[in-house]
Protein backbone atom coordinates (compact mmCIF):
# COMPACT_ATOMS: atom_id res chain seq x y z
CA UNK A 1 0.00 0.00 0.00
CA UNK A 2 1.20 3.33 -0.95
CA UNK A 3 1.14 6.66 1.83
CA UNK A 4 -1.67 7.78 0.65
CA UNK A 5 -3.63 4.62 1.33
CA UNK A 6 -2.63 3.47 4.62
CA UNK A 7 -2.54 7.51 6.05
CA UNK A 8 -6.87 6.96 5.36
CA UNK A 9 -6.99 4.62 8.25
CA UNK A 10 -6.72 6.10 12.39
CA UNK A 11 -6.67 3.81 15.09
CA UNK A 12 -9.01 5.49 17.40
CA UNK A 13 -8.02 4.22 21.33
CA UNK A 14 -10.54 5.02 23.92
CA UNK A 15 -10.57 3.63 27.73
CA UNK A 16 -13.29 3.98 29.87
CA UNK A 17 -14.02 3.27 33.82
CA UNK A 18 -17.40 3.35 34.33
CA UNK A 19 -18.91 2.81 37.64
CA UNK A 20 -21.78 0.13 37.66
CA UNK A 21 -24.46 1.34 40.06
CA UNK A 22 -27.31 -0.84 38.90
CA UNK A 23 -26.21 -4.35 37.68
CA UNK A 24 -29.77 -5.30 37.54
CA UNK A 25 -30.39 -2.93 35.26
CA UNK A 26 -27.72 -3.58 33.28
CA UNK A 27 -27.99 -7.34 33.15
CA UNK A 28 -32.16 -6.38 32.15
CA UNK A 29 -31.10 -4.06 29.19
CA UNK A 30 -28.52 -7.18 28.01
CA UNK A 31 -30.96 -9.36 28.25
CA UNK A 32 -33.88 -6.76 26.32
CA UNK A 33 -31.12 -6.13 23.39
CA UNK A 34 -30.63 -9.81 22.86
CA UNK A 35 -34.52 -10.69 22.96
CA UNK A 36 -34.78 -8.39 20.17
CA UNK A 37 -32.13 -9.78 17.97
CA UNK A 38 -35.11 -12.03 15.87
CA UNK A 39 -31.80 -13.37 13.79
CA UNK A 40 -29.94 -15.03 16.67
CA UNK A 41 -29.59 -18.73 16.60
CA UNK A 42 -31.14 -20.04 19.37
CA UNK A 43 -27.67 -21.54 20.36
CA UNK A 44 -26.17 -18.59 20.22
CA UNK A 45 -28.85 -16.15 22.09
CA UNK A 46 -28.87 -19.18 24.87
CA UNK A 47 -24.83 -18.56 25.73
CA UNK A 48 -25.91 -15.06 24.78
CA UNK A 49 -28.03 -14.80 27.90
CA UNK A 50 -25.64 -16.70 29.96
CA UNK A 51 -22.65 -14.58 29.72
CA UNK A 52 -24.95 -11.40 30.52
CA UNK A 53 -26.76 -13.01 33.68
CA UNK A 54 -22.71 -14.08 34.81
CA UNK A 55 -21.34 -11.07 34.54
CA UNK A 56 -22.24 -7.54 34.42
CA UNK A 57 -19.03 -6.83 32.21
CA UNK A 58 -19.95 -8.59 29.98
CA UNK A 59 -23.85 -7.11 29.67
CA UNK A 60 -22.34 -4.12 29.22
CA UNK A 61 -20.29 -5.07 26.75
CA UNK A 62 -22.73 -6.38 24.99
CA UNK A 63 -24.69 -2.90 25.23
CA UNK A 64 -21.50 -0.75 23.95
CA UNK A 65 -21.78 -0.44 20.28
CA UNK A 66 -18.32 1.22 19.07
CA UNK A 67 -20.23 2.35 16.08
CA UNK A 68 -22.59 4.92 18.18
CA UNK A 69 -19.23 6.40 18.94
CA UNK A 70 -18.29 7.26 14.91
CA UNK A 71 -21.45 5.89 13.21
CA UNK A 72 -22.42 10.23 12.80
CA UNK A 73 -19.43 11.41 12.35
CA UNK A 74 -18.89 13.34 9.03
CA UNK A 75 -16.59 11.36 6.30
CA UNK A 76 -15.93 8.49 8.74
CA UNK A 77 -16.91 4.82 8.35
CA UNK A 78 -15.55 2.48 11.14
CA UNK A 79 -13.88 -0.21 9.03
CA UNK A 80 -13.03 -2.27 12.69
CA UNK A 81 -13.46 -2.71 16.08
CA UNK A 82 -12.88 -4.86 18.85
CA UNK A 83 -13.86 -4.45 22.69
CA UNK A 84 -14.03 -5.73 26.16
CA UNK A 85 -14.72 -5.68 29.66
CA UNK A 86 -13.04 -6.79 32.98
CA UNK A 87 -14.27 -6.05 36.73
CA UNK A 88 -11.65 -3.87 37.82
CA UNK A 89 -10.24 -2.37 41.21
CA UNK A 90 -10.24 1.24 40.89
CA UNK A 91 -8.80 4.50 42.75
CA UNK A 92 -9.54 8.14 41.21
CA UNK A 93 -6.68 9.40 43.54
CA UNK A 94 -3.94 6.35 42.87
CA UNK A 95 -1.45 7.99 40.31
CA UNK A 96 -1.73 4.44 38.72
CA UNK A 97 -4.74 5.56 37.09
CA UNK A 98 -3.38 9.31 35.22
CA UNK A 99 -5.17 9.34 32.12
CA UNK A 100 -1.89 11.33 30.65
CA UNK A 101 0.15 8.01 31.23
CA UNK A 102 0.38 6.77 27.40
CA UNK A 103 0.89 10.49 26.55
CA UNK A 104 4.26 11.05 28.31
CA UNK A 105 5.36 7.71 27.37
CA UNK A 106 5.04 8.91 23.59
CA UNK A 107 6.87 11.76 24.03
CA UNK A 108 9.46 10.34 25.78
CA UNK A 109 9.98 7.95 22.35
CA UNK A 110 10.10 11.10 20.81
CA UNK A 111 12.57 13.31 22.60
CA UNK A 112 9.72 15.50 23.40
CA UNK A 113 9.64 17.42 26.97
CA UNK A 114 7.51 15.57 29.95
Not at 62 to 81: K, T
Request: charged letters at 35%.
Amino acid sequence: MSTEETSRFVRLRVELVVEIDDADAVTKAALERIAGEADMPADERAHAEGAVTEDTAEALAYLVDPFDLVGEVPGVELAQASWSSEPIDYDPDSPDWDLDEDDEGEDDEEGGVV
